[in-house]
């Protein structure tokens, strides 16, 4: 058997370096987070070649000294834990590995003046191996620069990834960790190019949507809630947006614990389930959550990267988060699209000028004979007679006014304007104070089906039923029954009323009354999908959301169905007063506004 022996401290630190230093991107992380802790007020960070050529971030922090840099540069040294409280530990490192680590795998100088000292000192050190030191000229604070990663470590370079991937990697954590400190002013370069520079100072919305995008501030609501926890209290602040604004994949959510940034499961998730019936399953929100927990709540030393945590009473962060969520995005519930989709717009058919070439696009009048009429009566009779018919059919919408409604005094109290017809059996057309609305009403029915039945659930009250004449079997296999009967009670509340019917069916007995149109067997079935594909794994709440969002698409009016005035206009007030109408239950607009200047920019009025 082999003897135990002391491994020695170069590889010690090189198998430490594999814990903390994965990537260029973790050995700039973690010298941005020394800078914060450090106090700096102004941070920059020159990337070359994605950092495999170098990484140098310039701070003007507290400093140190020549004795605290030799310290500094040993395992497990560290001024961020005062005492042996680490479950109490309020900065973002706390390890002391990371100087070492990095500079076991790579050529690092070090150079640092405390603020009140006439000089600095400069040490350099060569995966490992101290090769300089000496005094250095520099403004108070800390330069780092790491160069030659992994360069004699070929086993771990010959797996890092292409200088694009790589920066790609580095800018991510720059941003991250400009989002969580808008307090302090970072520069961010790749070789020559500046890619950005945020001033400090700034507030939390307007460093968000600096970074994230532009758009996110037209499109997002603020977050800033309290909640007790433990010994303190939960405080939940950052930007969510409309579930309208979201994209395909997934990393533009940005997730802080104590001004930490964190890639946590249980975040994602309570995300996930706060936007369930507003997003499309394959689309994303986009949002920065900045989560402050006491201390004692929360254990972020469970991985060496300190990207993890791990909580005390996971479901009361997870039930906060998804709460807050939809207590945020309920005050901007009624915003859509903030405007029709630009390349939409940019299609709208227009006939070109006579004297000017034709543009690309066809016009809506291509193929019409333009030819003079024959000067014959009867033809020239015939001819109109044919037109008049035509413009008929043409000009006959699906639903209309019989009378032209004027616009009420006060029709801004009226935001998407009265009805004046229908498209297509699916489109609403409505006109406001300041312009055109075009409502999806199939969307926005379903929004508020779904609306009606979330508080019918939360409230008190049983939900109205609608019994059916001759109660309904539904034959199902044996597990789907059993999901099932566990929430009957659950259902009753809702309104939907059903029973087990031997081991493979269920008997409808009544429908919600938002629901009396619904196919019964076909509502059950998704019910039994919806239970299935949730399991156990989301809370009792979180299940009968998704079953909702199930039951209003069975219950909302359909693409295709003609619907009176009457009836429109009942649908736009309905909208105007329910909560979140402004996105389908799958994350798409129920309605878009053309202001009358763009009306007016089409027909080349303004």
Not at 47 to 69: F, K, P, Q, Y
Not at 98 to 119: C, H, K
Not at 569 to 589: I, K
């Amino acid at each position: 058997m082999p003897r135990i022996r002391r491994l020695p401290e170069t590889l010690v630190n090189r198998i430490a370096a594999g814990e903390v230093v994965e990537r260029p991107a973790s050995a700039l992380k973690e010298l941005v987070e020394n800078a914060i802790d450090a106090g700096a007020t102004r941070i920059s960070v020159s990337i070359v070649e994605g950092g495999l050529g170098s990484i140098e971030i310039t701070d003007d922090g507290c400093g140190m000294s020549a004795e605290e840099m030799s310290l500094a540069l040993e395992r497990h040294a560290t001024s961020k834990l005062p005492d042996e409280a680490i479950e109490m530990v309020g900065t973002l490192g706390f390890r002391g590995e990371a100087l070492p680590s990095i500079a076991s795998v790579s050529r690092l100088t070090l150079e640092s003046r405390p603020r009140g000292s006439e000089q600095g000192w400069r040490r350099v050190t060569d995966h490992g191996t101290v090769t300089e030191e000496g005094p250095a000229a520099l403004p108070p604070g800390t330069r780092v620069r790491v160069e030659d990663l992994f360069g004699k470590v070929p086993a771990r370079r010959k797996f890092l990834r292409t200088p694009r991937s790589e920066y790609a990697a580095c800018q991510d954590v720059v941003k991250r960790l400009a989002m969580a400190r808008p307090d302090i002013g970072f520069t961010f370069e790749h070789g020559d190019r500046r890619i950005f520079q945020v001033q400090g100072s700034e507030g939390t919305e307007a460093r968000v949507a600096q970074i994230v995008a532009r758009e996110l501030a037209d499109n997002g609501v603020s977050i800033d809630l309290e909640r007790p926890s433990g010994e303190g209290t939960m405080h939940l602040t950052g930007v969510a947006g409309l579930p309208t604004y979201n994209r395909g994949i997934a990393d533009h959510q940005y997730l802080f614990v104590n001004g930490r940034p964190v890639k946590d499961r249980l975040l994602t998730g309570a995300v996930r389930g706060a936007y369930a019936d507003m997003l499309a399953r394959d689309r994303h929100a986009v949002l920065a959550l900045f989560l402050q927990i006491p201390f004692a709540d929360v254990d972020v030393n469970v991985h060496p990267a300190k990207t993890e945590v791990r909580f005390r009473d996971p479901a009361a962060v997870r039930g906060f988060i998804v709460s807050g969520l939809r207590q945020a995005l309920s005050t901007g519930d009624r915003r859509s699209a903030q405007a029709p989709d630009s390349g939409a717009m940019g299609r709208w058919q227009v006939e070109p000028d006579r004297d000017e070439p034709a543009p690309a696009l066809r016009s809506i009048f291509a193929g019409r004979d333009w030819s003079s009429p024959s000067p014959s009566f009867s033809r020239v009779a015939d001819r109109h007679d044919a037109w008049d018919a035509e413009a008929q059919i043409m000009a006959a919408p699906q639903g209309r006014a019989e009378e032209a409604q004027s616009l009420p005094e006060n029709a801004e109290q009226y935001p998407l304007g009265i009805a004046r017809g229908q498209v297509a059996n699916t489109y609403i057309v409505a006109e406001s104070a300041d312009g055109l609305v075009l409502v999806d009403q199939h969307a926005a029915h379903e929004r508020i089906v779904l609306e009606r039945l979330r508080a019918a659930g939360a409230s008190d009250k049983v939900a109205a039923s609608q019994a059916l004449l001759m109660p309904e079997v539904v034959e199902m296999d044996e597990p789907a029954c059993d999901r099932l009967e566990e929430q009957i009670d659950h259902f009753a509340g809702l309104g939907l009323v059903i029973e087990r019917f031997g081991p493979g069916a269920m008997l409808v007995r009544a429908l919600p009354g938002t629901l009396k149109r619904a196919d019964p067997e076909k509502l059950l079935l998704d019910l039994a999908d919806d239970l299935a594909k949730h399991g156990t794994s989301l809370l009792l709440g979180e299940k009968i959301e998704h079953v909702l969002a199930t039951m209003a698409c069975h219950g909302s009016v359909r693409a295709g169905r003609t619907l009176n005035v009457a009836e429109m206009n009942a649908l736009l007030r309905e909208m105007e007063a329910t909560p979140r109408s402004g996105q389908c239950n799958h994350g798409r607009p129920t309605w878009v506004k053309l202001s009358m200047e763009d009306v007016e920019k089409l027909f080349g009025r303004h």
